[in-house]
């Protein structure tokens, strides 16, 4: 260390450091007139745009009215949403215990042929016994409707004969033999 200098920075260091400071200060003086103007022309397009910016943002308010709306409801949503995993994860999970219960009681083997009855059971017993007195009906039916048929049609009449004539001979094999000729 030089007892002359006081500093702890290497020199090259220094010298950098007050060559870019001496830059900076001559490129600020001369850039400031451009600075200037661009915020001259800021202002100026600032004012022009006023009105289409409050317009903008009036259109802005009210669209997004319905996200205010849903944000109002922000709870509820929380909530919901909430309500629809818990329901999606109990689903699953009863999902995969009823899969486990039907593999290990083989739950998916179909049902065994049922063993059909043996002689009359209680429906087949009163299924023949309408069906025999149905038969009994239609014959009783079937009876009367001929009982009217030949009640309407006229009584047998006798067959119209021939009268007899007295005096005269019957022609046959006994004709001689009647006592009253």
């Known amino acids: 260390m030089n007892a002359t200098s006081d500093s702890s920075w290497p020199a090259w260091l220094s ?3 007050v060559v870019l ?30 009105p289409f910016i409050y317009m903008g943002r009036v259109v802005a308010h009210f669209s997004l009215i319905p996200w205010r709306i849903f944000a109002a409801f922000e709870p509820v949503w929380y909530f919901l949403g909430s309500a629809v995993l818990l329901g999606l994860l109990f689903a699953l999970a009863l999902h995969f215990t009823m899969r486990i219960f ?10 065994p042929q049922p063993i059909p009855a043996r002689g009359h059971d209680a429906v087949s017993y009163r299924k023949a016994r309408e069906a025999k ?9 079937r009876l009367a409707a001929e009982a ?9 009449q006798e067959v119209p004969r021939e009268p007899k004539q007295y005096g005269t ?6 004709a001689g033999d009647d006592p009253g000729t």
């Open 15 to 17: 010298v950098a450091g």
């Open 21 to 50: 400071s001496y830059t900076l200060l001559i490129l600020s003086y001369a850039l400031y007139p451009v600075f200037l103007l661009l915020r001259a022309i800021w202002y100026i397009l600032a004012s022009l745009s006023a």
């Open 102 to 111: 039907v593999v290990v009681f083989r739950l998916d083997r179909s049902a």
């Open 133 to 141: 007195k149905r038969k009994q009906l239609d014959e009783q039916q």
């Open 148 to 156: 009217r048929l030949i009640a309407s049609q006229p009584l047998l």
């Open 169 to 174: 001979k019957p022609a046959g094999p006994f």
